[in-house]
């Protein structure tokens, strides 16, 4: 058995267009959705994010500013921007790029940002609200993960599901997610560095979401036979040739390509559906980041 693709462009372009006529109807109501993103230095890394970032946003209407400060700015300075950018009205989202510089406590920064505002959903009081089983501004990664398994067609109900890793922006709000509804929940267990032994747990999953940053961490014997495998890993790795050696590029250095927690190859023999790395997850991240984005802007337009 080789399994089937579950590929996130197609449910990510679905859901982007239909958040166009949420977009207009703000508008109408002079609440245009505008997204502010705080970059601090010059991070290569941050302007990748921040190209991605500009481009979907224009795609759908959204305006997307970057507000850029030196990298000598110290904790109090960030602190008081971001207060100044929860007061601004004509701005409704705010985002913070990562890496910070030595000396910045992003996470303070982030817990400053109004969870109004807050198109991350990692705010405290967007993160409690997934323990009551509210799914509003929540975690991109996260809920896109779900979001993709759900465009599947299959349910959680009564499913065991097992969340290979336990971040504050993946497994742990996953978690909470499989557990949002009363009567239509999973059967979640999360999975970390200290789990004793990890095949016993992968191999009893119904559905696997794996989020490590650890390139072939699950091999294709740890995966249920028919089970849904969700890789939400990104790792950059050498490209090998047949013999096993590094592809050279034309400045003779290694070649990198893009992979997965998971061992795809492995994998796909033993699972009914998996995500590609790239192409699963990542479309969907982009998609719930737009999306809590307009929910943001909605929250401003009810006055809240």
Do not use: W
């Amino acid at each position: 058995m080789s399994a089937r693709l579950l590929a996130g462009e197609e449910p990510a372009a679905k859901l982007l267009e239909s958040l166009k006529k949420d977009i207009e109807g703000l508008k109408a109501k002079g609440v245009p959705p505008h997204l502010v993103a705080v970059q601090v230095g010059d991070s290569p890394a941050a302007k990748v994010y921040i190209g991605q970032q500009r481009k979907s946003c224009e795609d759908v209407g959204i305006e997307y500013e970057v507000r850029q400060f030196p990298e000598t700015i110290t904790q109090k300075e960030l602190l008081a921007a971001i207060h100044g950018l929860n007061k601004e009205k004509a701005v409704t989202g705010v985002i913070m790029m990562m890496p910070m510089p030595k000396g910045i406590d992003a996470r303070q920064l982030q817990v400053r940002i109004s969870p109004a505002k807050d198109v991350e959903g990692m705010h405290p009081a967007n993160m409690g609200r997934l323990v009551y089983g509210e799914m509003g501004v929540c975690p991109c990664t996260a809920r896109g993960a779900l979001e993709l398994f759900l465009s599947s067609g299959e349910t959680l109900k009564g499913k065991e599901i097992v969340i290979v890793g336990h971040s504050e922006i993946v497994g742990k709000p996953l978690a909470l997610m499989m557990l949002a509804s009363q009567m239509e929940s999973a059967t979640p267990t999360v999975c970390h560095i200290a789990t004793k032994d990890l095949a016993f747990h992968t191999k009893r999953a119904d559905v696997l979401f794996v989020a490590v940053g650890k390139a072939g961490l699950i091999k294709g014997d740890m995966v249920k036979q028919g089970a849904i495998v969700i890789d939400i890993g990104i790792n950059r790795v050498p490209m090998l040739d047949a013999a096993g050696k590094p592809v050279l590029n034309e400045k003779g250095k290694p070649k990198q390509k893009i992979v997965g927690d998971v061992d795809f190859d492995g994998a796909k023999e033993r699972a009914s559906l998996i995500s590609p790395v790239p192409g699963g997850v990542g479309p969907m991240t982009t998609a719930m980041l737009i999306r809590n984005t307009v929910q943001c802007a909605q929250l401003a337009a009810a006055g809240k």
